[in-house]
């Protein structure tokens, strides 16, 4: 893994997380569909295969943590500073900004208002994208200890066989009703537990000394892609089947699915494996190390936040359908997300 490849994830993650919210009123099981047209079914893919992208981001959230150390030694007091004043303001203004435009918030009184969004800033649901945000900080949280864990083959055999073992024992007990003594303890899929995996091979790969990249040279960049494009198949396939099955979209299409784990690390692996394309031992091919990658890697933060706002402001536009609908949503929320962190690196600068 090198920093331009983490940027172009980065960007890619970014949008295709834009385009499964802006998909989200047409894939299949949403209000009620049971049918499946060319633009419900785009949609679902878009929506469902698209599920590999936060776990990517919480894996670059670690490689980044991990890499950075190869700059300037780890200090427990500036880390904390510093990624106390990344990810606590943003969350707390965008939980702001949503709530008191509730009618609920805005019909209580003050005491209530306060135990409103002390409730929401603790569990992450002042938006619907704000989860996110408090799972990266309880990562943040425990990353002092989990950089000591060292990275053996050993270590990531025992990792995976735990992660997918807690991911299909949530899923069979949420899809079968089996183990509801056991499964009772289990937490949801926004819970740290489920997303400290992808954290911890973030901050492997920065310290795997290339282990990740001569495992990916042993087969060749088309053959990870066919892999990736198989477990996507798996991944669509299960959602469709278990939608069908428990008659609901939302309840069975979350994160915490083997399915996802499986898509995930495909789609890492294959992407590692773009670095050897024309046989380049650092960097990415030159068709891939394009310069407009660069602002949209280091703007994906703000275009993040912000595109949720941007999707409300839009809403009208969904009339011309899903399959024009997600690219033109995208575009417009990548093309205001860059223009306001343009606008705050000024900002920055002349303070």
Request: charged share 15%.
């Given at each position: 893994?090198?920093?331009?490849?983490?940027?172009?994830?980065?960007?890619?993650?970014?949008?295709?997380?834009?385009?499964?919210?802006?998909?989200?009123?047409?894939?299949?099981?949403?209000?009620?569909?049971?049918?499946?047209?060319?633009e419900?079914?785009?949609?679902?893919?878009?929506?469902?295969?698209?599920?590999?992208?936060?776990?990517?981001?919480v894996?670059?959230?670690?490689?980044?943590?991990?890499?950075?150390?190869?700059?300037?030694?780890?200090?427990?007091?500036?880390?904390?500073?510093?990624?106390?004043?990344?990810?606590?303001?943003?969350?707390?203004?965008?939980?702001?900004?949503?709530?008191?435009?509730?009618?609920?918030?805005?019909?209580?009184?003050?005491?209530?208002?306060?135990?409103?969004?002390?409730?929401?800033?603790?569990?992450?649901?002042?938006?619907?994208?704000?989860?996110?945000?408090?799972?990266?900080?309880?990562?943040?949280?425990?990353?002092?200890?989990l950089?000591?864990?060292?990275?053996?083959?050993?270590?990531?055999?025992?990792?995976?066989?735990?992660?997918?073992?807690?991911?299909?024992?949530?899923?069979?007990?949420?899809?079968?009703?089996?183990?509801?003594?056991?499964?009772?303890?289990?937490?949801?899929?926004?819970?740290?537990?489920?997303w400290?995996?992808?954290?911890?091979?973030?901050?492997?790969?920065?310290?795997?000394?290339?282990?990740?990249?001569?495992?990916?040279?042993?087969?060749?960049?088309?053959?990870?892609?066919?892999?990736?494009?198989?477990?996507?198949?798996?991944?669509?396939?299960?959602?469709?089947?278990?939608?069908?099955?428990k008659?609901?979209?939302?309840?069975?299409?979350?994160?915490?699915?083997?399915?996802?784990?499986?898509?995930?690390?495909?789609?890492?692996?294959?992407?590692?494996?773009?670095?050897?394309?024309?046989?380049?031992?650092?960097?990415?091919?030159?068709?891939?190390?394009?310069?407009?990658?660069?602002?949209?890697?280091?703007?994906?933060?703000?275009?993040?936040?912000?595109?949720?706002?941007?999707?409300?402001?839009?809403?009208?536009?969904?009339?011309?359908?899903?399959?024009?609908?997600?690219?033109?949503?995208?575009?417009?929320?990548?093309?205001?997300?860059?223009?306001?962190?343009?606008?705050?690196?000024?900002?920055a600068?002349s303070?």
């Amino acid at each position: 893994m090198t920093w331009e490849l983490s940027d172009l994830l980065r960007a890619i993650a970014t949008t295709i997380v834009i385009g499964i919210h802006a998909s989200h009123h047409w894939w299949f099981g949403v209000h009620d569909t049971t049918s499946i047209s060319f633009e419900i079914f785009i949609d679902t893919i878009i929506n469902q295969v698209g599920r590999f992208t936060v776990p990517i981001f919480v894996i670059l959230s670690g490689f980044a943590l991990a890499k950075s150390e190869e700059k300037r030694p780890f200090d427990l007091q500036i880390f904390f500073q510093r990624r106390l004043w990344r990810i606590v303001p943003p969350y707390v203004l965008f939980t702001l900004l949503n709530i008191i435009g509730q009618s609920q918030f805005q019909r209580a009184d003050w005491l209530e208002r306060g135990k409103q969004t002390i409730q929401l800033l603790s569990t992450g649901m002042g938006d619907y994208h704000l989860y996110f945000l408090g799972i990266i900080f309880q990562c943040y949280i425990l990353y002092p200890i989990l950089r000591i864990i060292v990275f053996t083959k050993w270590n990531l055999s025992i990792l995976m066989f735990i992660t997918f073992a807690l991911f299909s024992l949530r899923w069979v007990s949420a899809t079968f009703d089996l183990l509801v003594n056991i499964t009772t303890f289990l937490p949801n899929g926004n819970h740290v537990i489920y997303w400290l995996s992808y954290f911890q091979i973030g901050i492997w790969l920065a310290k795997d000394r290339g282990w990740a990249s001569l495992l990916v040279a042993k087969w060749r960049s088309q053959s990870w892609g066919y892999l990736f494009a198989i477990a996507a198949i798996i991944e669509l396939s299960e959602f469709y089947w278990t939608a069908i099955l428990k008659n609901s979209a939302e309840a069975v299409g979350h994160y915490a699915r083997p399915t996802v784990v499986l898509l995930t690390l495909t789609f890492l692996l294959w992407s590692m494996s773009w670095q050897k394309i024309v046989r380049q031992p650092e960097g990415l091919p030159h068709y891939l190390r394009f310069p407009q990658t660069i602002p949209f890697a280091k703007a994906s933060f703000t275009t993040y936040l912000v595109h949720v706002w941007v999707l409300r402001a839009i809403a009208p536009l969904e009339i011309v359908g899903g399959i024009l609908y997600v690219p033109l949503a995208t575009s417009i929320s990548w093309l205001i997300g860059i223009m306001i962190w343009q606008l705050l690196q000024r900002f920055a600068v002349s303070l």
